[in-house]
């Protein structure tokens, strides 16, 4: 992204901090670039329409049946609708000459929001603008002060060209994923859930559309705010994105994050609820599955899931102190028979016992759906700094394939104080899985006979060894060094010995 749009962004950023963390006046940047979007996005395409007439949107508005028409047209298209007198071209003209705007942003969320009811967009708009609080008092104690925050907030981000005109620009995505990015940096543990680094977004993406230029169906059960499921369509043409988010504000910026990236309405399916307890896409199977859910986090682990079919055939649930075995299950039986699945777990799962152990071991010796494991560098992601794996499975493997074993641990470059991957590091984890290389200290294709030895304990260095032998100690050498440093001790005891004498005070015992 151009150094000129990071610093007009930053710009934005700098009017509301100060009582603001990055966590809260995240809602109000991206909330206000969205409702940006949509309103041009809308104005573009029906100005567009009316070309041929010979009138713009807004003089067409001037006739009521007319506008009642393109209200329609623009809810079937674009799956909502904005009156002229609330587009964002609109509320800058009253920010322009200090006019209040705090009601017409109101009605102009309500109106995006109202446009959808009934209509099949309404799950996709509803709610959207929750999170942007136009009365709270950390935007100023006065309604003038209000006013005056939010205007200089707008008029700064009007003044980006966002190239919305342009069918085939990124700059608007690109600003959105570098946003997110910075307030997940900023927000650290608090924040940094909702957002995977687009390195290690683009390891996943890589890996589940290998050999594939089109995918049906993608999903994430744990989306956060849609980025890696939208890294996909980087590397393949996806056809419906599937996901569900457990935390409201996520889910709005989900929403948001797809319809900005241009994927209509009715190409993505965005829930909010908990995966685990209320998963919302039952009976359905994906031709790729992504995820990087939150690590080790607690769930209820009830009885009754032991009917459920997700976590039926394994005789054990994953404890409830740590859930990252659910994510696994849950996410192996969303997966086609044809599919690839790649999650993002902490290191616990390769060998933890108990239950995992049960779980871990029918994947492997029951099923044979583990293909890969793919040790990553700590440090990686936002608000935890613990070394990550990514671990791959698919359902038609053969019956003797082995498993491989990659560590990428020690391959990235020190950014600030956080690891990054190279490009040349993602090269090189992807390059050695699509060809299943073994590479001295680097991998290995562990044979399942193998992993049976080793008790199904999956943890990396058991399957690649990346000790470093040392140079070969000459013994010699380290007495002479022992002999010299007595030699030294030796002069310099009895120099401070003399400066006793000297003083008239006691040497030390050990110099007497």
Known sequence: MATNLETKLFAIADELRGNMDANEYKNYILGFIFYRYLSEKQETYLNGQLKVDGITFQEACENAKLKEKLAKVSIKRLGYFITPEHLFSSIIKKCKVDEPIRNDLREAFNEITNSSLGTASEN???????????????????????????????????????????????????????????????????????????????ILAKIVTLGKDKIKTVYDPACGSGSLLLRISKEAKVAKFYGQELNTTTYNMARMNMILHGVKYDEFDIRQGDTLEDEQHKDMFFDAVVANPPYSAKWSGKDSFLDDPRFSAYGKLAPKSKADYAFVQHMVYHLNESGTMAVVLPHGVLFRGAAELKIRRYLVEEKNYLDAVIGLPANLFYGTNIPTIVAVFKKCREDDQDILFIDASKEFEKVKNKNKLRTEDIEKIVNTYANREEIEKYSHKATLEEIAENDFNLNIPRYVDTFEEEEPIDLDEVVDELDRIDLEMEKVDAEIKKYCDELGIRAPISLR
């Open 124 to 202: 996709d708009f509803n709610n959207l603008f929750d999170d942007v609080d136009l009365d709270s008092q950390k935007l100023g104690k006065k309604d003038k002060d209000k006013n005056k925050k939010i205007s200089q907030v707008l008029l700064l981000l009007n003044d980006i060209d966002f190239e919305l005109d342009k069918d085939e620009s990124d700059i608007l995505g690109d600003a959105y994923e570098y946003l997110m990015s910075q307030f997940a940096s900023e927000a650290g543990k608090k924040g940094g859930e909702f957002y995977t680094p687009q390195e290690v977004s683009k």
